[in-house]
């Protein structure tokens, strides 16, 4: 289990240091939503952003791009030092053309589906992922309340991925905090992205030290 660190849910007045905590519980992941007020109803980070936190630590970059257009923006964030670039099976660009750019860049390929998508939609596009990003809230505010329904969907692709006999991530994104985690572990996550679950904990210590250990549990 890999917890990728939700820098939405940091206190941006005090990024440097949020970013040293996370370093200093042990994590090597930070996820950056980068939304454009038009795919989802919120506007954050864009690739200088993502530059500036290339040039602070050497954590791996899970940059999910909530965009309508991914494509026109995937030089960009390869160029700012993204490690990893998740884009949307709904966005208006074609995802195939969206992943194929990704991949071309030697970046790790994510696709993320909304709550209301059904995984069987992206079936045909898994051999071009190296990561699938279930999204457990619907997209564009952080603090919200984890989705049951979306959770079910974790095992219907651990499932495709194994048919395809390609090592794919499987990812979870949104409400996931220490009271829940244990469940989306369990559907077959191996990736559980926390924002406000950690950065706003009284203990975040205790939510990577019980998250780490239910995933090693359930092994």
């Not at 820098?7 to 992941?29: F, Q």
């Not at 109803?41 to 530059?51: C, D, K, L, R, Y």
């Not at 992943?99 to 970046?107: E, K, N, S, V």
């Amino acid at each position: 289990m890999t917890i990728s660190a939700s820098v939405l849910g940091a206190d941006l007045l005090r990024l440097g240091d949020e970013v040293e905590k996370t370093r200093r519980l042990g994590l090597r992941w930070l996820h950056l939503d980068q939304m454009d007020g038009h795919f989802v109803p919120n506007i954050s980070f864009g690739p200088e952003f993502v530059a500036a936190l290339r040039g602070a630590t050497d954590q791996f970059l899970d940059v999910h791009l909530m965009l309508e257009h991914p494509l026109s923006y995937i030089d960009a964030y390869a160029d700012a030092g993204a490690d990893l670039i998740s884009i949307h099976a709904e966005a208006q660009d074609n995802p195939a053309e969206a992943l194929a750019a990704i991949r071309a860049r030697g970046l790790k390929a994510g696709l993320s589906i909304k709550p209301a998508t059904d995984p069987e939609s992206i079936r045909a596009l898994l051999p071009l992922c190296d990561l699938v990003l279930v999204m457990t809230v619907e997209p564009g505010f952080g603090g919200q309340k984890l989705m049951d329904g979306c959770v079910a969907k974790l095992p219907v692709l651990r499932k495709m991925i194994e048919e395809t006999g390609r090592d794919i991530l499987l990812e979870a994104d949104g409400g996931i905090k220490l009271e829940n985690a244990e469940r989306v572990i369990a559907a077959g996550a191996d990736v559980a992205v926390i924002g406000t679950g950690l950065f706003r904990a009284e203990d975040p210590e205790r939510v990577v030290r019980e998250v780490e250990g239910a995933a090693a549990c359930a092994l």
